[in-house]
T-cell receptor, first 114, second 110 residues
Framework: SAVISQKPSRDICQRGTSLTIQCQVDSQVTMMFWYRQQPGQSLTLIAT?????????ESGFVIDKFPISRPNLTFSTLTVSNMSPEDSSIYLC???????????FGPGTRLTVL | AQRVTQPEKLLSVFKGAPVELKCNYSYSGSPELFWYVQYSRQRLQLLLRHISRESIKGFTADLNKGETSFHLKKPFAQEEDSAMYYC????????????FGKGTLLTVNP
């Protein structure tokens, strides 16, 4: 199955700044997904990123706050813009596993905003 | 709108005891359900999907459409089963958009 890596693994950022999280898959995948896991909460889908088209955002998430790039079939970035402490979360990248077996997840990026 | 409910935030059992982690869902379409597990310091990984109807690490889960449930069961818990378990619903068809429950932290005591 696909293996996903993410950078950075964690970061501490100041309010008002932006952070770009990178997601690399070791094989070509059509769809990539970005999730957020706030402290004590479950995973929430932010957006779906298809190569060659604009990302599709879920209700409550907007492109200005979470711009996503998908330049090729193995890579995606998520930017968390103009951060506030409420953005402190774990951000996870995901894609479909081999044979549509189910989603595969990256290790996550733990973001703390001061 | 779709929803996944895991009523127990914490579940503690003794080694060798049966364990059942509850999951209920709300979805107007045909559900596709999964159990994911996250062991300490490891990434989230797929444990079971209802379509495959197989047993992984001794765990099974049966989809009950009448009760809208997908409970995870194991007859004899092991200490290595201690982990966070998430029930998830695919509401996006082939797009695989997952809705997760809040998770149950299972602790298996020696």
């Amino acid at each position: 199955s696909a293996v996903i890596s993410q950078k950075p693994s964690r970061d501490i950022c100041q309010r008002g700044t932006s952070l770009t999280i990178q997601c690399q898959v070791d094989s070509q995948v059509t769809m990539m997904f970005w999730y957020r896991q706030q402290p004590g909460q479950s995973l929430t889908l932010i957006a779906t990123a298809n190569q060659g088209s604009e990302a599709t955002y879920e209700s409550g998430f907007v492109i200005d706050k979470f711009p996503i790039s998908r330049p090729n079939l193995t890579f995606s970035t998520l930017t968390v813009s103009n951060m506030s402490p409420e953005d402190s979360s774990i951000y996870l990248c995901s894609c479909m596993g081999t044979g549509n077996w189910g989603s595969v997840f990256g290790p996550g990026t733990r973001l703390t905003v001061l | 709108a779709q929803r996944v409910t895991q009523p127990e935030k914490l579940l503690s059992v003794f080694k060798g005891a049966p364990v059942e982690l509850k999951c209920n869902y709300s979805y107007s379409g045909s559900p596709e359900l999964f159990w994911y597990v996250q062991y300490s310091r490891q990434r989230l990984q797929l444990l079971l999907r209802h379509i495959s109807r197989e047993s992984i690490k001794g765990f099974t889960a049966d989809l009950n459409k009448g009760e809208t449930s997908f409970h995870l069961k194991k007859p004899f818990a092991q200490e290595e089963d201690s982990a966070m378990y998430y029930c998830a619903l695919n509401s996006g068809g082939s797009n695989y958009k997952l809705t997760f429950g809040k998770g149950t932290l299972l602790t298996v005591n020696p």
